[in-house]
């Protein structure tokens, strides 16, 4: 008595025993053996008969592995144009396209997100200078730490006015007068 599926995993070890089959290869083959036995037995033959003849039709794992060793070598020498370069990982690259995907798709979005970021980073950058601008004053004198800056303020009636020029008798009085002044 044939047992069809008994032959079906005999001739699938065949094609185990060939380098050249991975596991996805083996189980296409035999997805489409399956298909070429069952138009065969619609058509009236045995399970025996149908599956020599599907089996014939298919070739053996001898006369098909060099063709998939072919495949595979192909796929070894050269990288199709939508992928990264070797040098670049493969998850920034992942995060990349999906980034502008969502671009393409929700541009209206995109442009408020984007337009976002941009304000956000000039705003940091401008407060960072005039930190850095207004911490910086003086510091590349050696007593740095031990020097202060006066300003003058004027309330007059156009409101109140600040500037950084004083009376030069005042740096006389503040030597003489206040102890901590050095000049």
Not at 8 to 33: C, M, P, S, Y
């Amino acid at each position: 008595m044939f047992d069809l599926e008994s032959a079906i995993n005999n001739w699938k070890r065949t094609f185990r025993r060939q380098a050249a089959f991975e596991d996805g290869f083996i189980a296409d083959l035999e997805v489409h053996l399956r298909d070429l036995i069952e138009e065969l037995k619609t058509e009236g033959h045995s399970d025996e008969d149908a599956f020599r003849e599907a089996s014939s039709r298919l070739g053996t794992a001898d006369s098909l592995a060099p063709d998939y060793d072919k495949v595979k070598e192909y796929r070894l020498d050269r990288r199709s144009s939508w992928r990264p370069a070797r040098f670049l990982p493969g998850l920034p690259w992942h995060y990349a396209k999906v980034a502008f995907r969502k671009i393409r798709r929700h541009k209206s979005f995109s442009v408020i997100t984007v337009a976002g970021l941009a304000v956000g980073m000039a705003c940091f950058l401008l407060l960072a200078t005039a930190i850095q601008f207004e911490t910086s004053f003086d510091r590349f004198h050696e007593k740095a730490g031990r020097m202060y800056r006066v300003s003058v303020s004027d309330h007059g009636t156009d409101g109140e006015e600040y500037s950084l020029s004083v009376p030069e008798i005042l740096s006389r009085v503040a030597a003489g007068g206040i102890p901590e002044v050095a000049a």
